[in-house]
């Protein structure tokens, strides 16, 4: 855990969810929170703490899943095998590269991709701007 927050992999972004969707009342837990899937049991547990109805651990959790998910959320390492130091399995990456649903990527350059042409911005404010997205897709 120590090495995820080092490498800055992994961060507390329970403040987002607690944030109001531009335009509504609603918060945006009450928009994209319902299972959410981590590669380790640290990532999972902020996502519980987050406010996730429920939430599970590993590969085949995450490919199971992405199968049926309308919308999928992480850094841009989930569809990159190997990624963030090893724990994506090729497994997932095609699992969730090739789901049905929108995917919707936090740019980090610790994932080993560097996004070109994208604004610095820190972490919770990717992540924001995704959530953001995501709720806007799942309204439409």
């Known amino acids: 855990t120590e090495q995820f927050i080092k490498s800055k992999l992994i961060a507390d972004i329970s403040d987002v969810f607690d944030?109001?969707?531009?335009?509504?009342?609603?918060?945006?837990?009450?928009?994209?929170?319902?299972?959410?899937?981590?590669?380790?049991?640290?990532?999972?547990?902020?996502?519980?703490?987050?406010?996730?109805?429920?939430?599970?651990?590993?590969?085949?959790?995450?490919?199971?899943?992405?199968?049926?998910?309308?919308?999928?959320?992480?850094?841009?390492?989930?569809?990159?095998?190997?990624?963030?130091?090893?724990?994506?399995?090729?497994?997932?990456?095609?699992?969730?590269g090739g789901c049905r649903g929108k995917k919707f990527l936090v740019p980090m350059n610790s994932c080993g991709v560097m996004v070109a042409g994208v604004e610095e911005l820190p972490l919770a404010g990717y992540v924001a701007r995704a959530v953001e997205a995501l709720a806007q897709s799942m309204e439409g």
């Open 19 to 96: 944030m109001t969707v531009p335009g509504e009342s609603a918060k945006v837990s009450s928009k994209v929170m319902s299972s959410m899937l981590g590669t380790n049991a640290t990532a999972t547990a902020t996502m519980l703490k987050a406010g996730a109805d429920f939430g599970a651990t590993g590969e085949n959790p995450v490919v199971r899943g992405v199968a049926d998910a309308d919308g999928v959320l992480g850094p841009v390492g989930i569809v990159v095998a190997d990624a963030i130091l090893g724990e994506v399995t090729p497994a997932m990456a095609q699992a969730v």
